[in-house]
């Protein structure tokens, strides 16, 4: 947009093409997830065809809804798509005619499905009796994803790993568990972990097979605040 103040990557003031909103499963956002319902606020709108599309998984446009309009404006527009298995909707600006481009203004969705994970072990800071994690300091925690007969963790990516929405410092694969089998042993600052406090008893991890499957892993803690604690 000619006239916006300031600009870059997300910050947008107002723009001229096509934005894009992927959506994805509440629960862990590597895993590709669908909506039924999507509203867009387009503020500013110019001269022209304003678009919002829903798209599905195979990448074939489902649904779309156009606005257009023979004069640009100062007050808003609103479109709405409505279809099963929305997996990304895409707003479509028109091409500027000298005046202020669009601005993506509110976007509103139904919730996306949960996708139901496979579930794994994991063991929090493995070979430790108990799994306490200290908030506040500036350490590091370990988390160690187990292999079975049945699931191999050197099939994960560490970058679609989150433990308590952190992601992993370090990766490292090894038979922790001495079944003769890798496993997979990540490394979380623990000043990046959301969602613990002193009455937490569980902590999560989530992460992304090779195929795309979403894995959980769940392992009980003893979060604790303020100085070092003995450990027995």
Do not use: C
């Amino acid at each position: 947009n000619p006239l916006a103040a300031v600009g870059g990557s997300g910050v947008v003031h107002a723009s001229i093409g096509t934005y894009v909103f992927d959506f994805v499963d509440p629960t862990n956002p590597f895993v590709p997830s669908f909506t039924d319902r999507v509203l867009v606020a387009v503020a500013f709108p110019d001269r022209g065809d304003t678009i919002l599309r829903g798209w599905d998984a195979s990448g074939a446009e489902i649904v779309r809804a156009t606005v257009t309009r023979n004069s640009s404006s100062f007050f808003p527009i609103y479109l709405q798509v409505n279809a099963a298995g929305i997996r990304k909707a895409t707003v479509t600006t028109p091409l500027w005619n000298g005046t202020i481009g669009a601005l993506i203004d509110t976007l509103t969705f139904s919730r996306p499905i949960e996708i139901p994970a496979e579930t794994i072990d994991i063991d929090i800071r493995p070979g430790s009796p108990r799994n306490t994690i200290r908030l506040g300091g500036t350490n590091s925690v370990s988390v160690a994803i187990l292999s079975s007969p049945s699931f191999s963790p050197d099939q994960i990516d560490p970058g679609k790993v989150l433990f308590q929405r952190a992601s992993p410092t370090t990766a490292l694969l090894v038979d922790r568990n001495h079944d003769r089998r890798k496993d997979l042993i990540l490394t979380f600052r623990i000043a990046d972990l959301v969602g613990l406090d002193p009455s937490s008893t569980e902590a999560v991890l989530t992460a992304v097979d090779s195929d795309g499957t979403a894995l959980r892993g769940v392992d009980s803690v003893m979060v604790q605040t303020g100085p070092l604690a003995p450990i027995f």
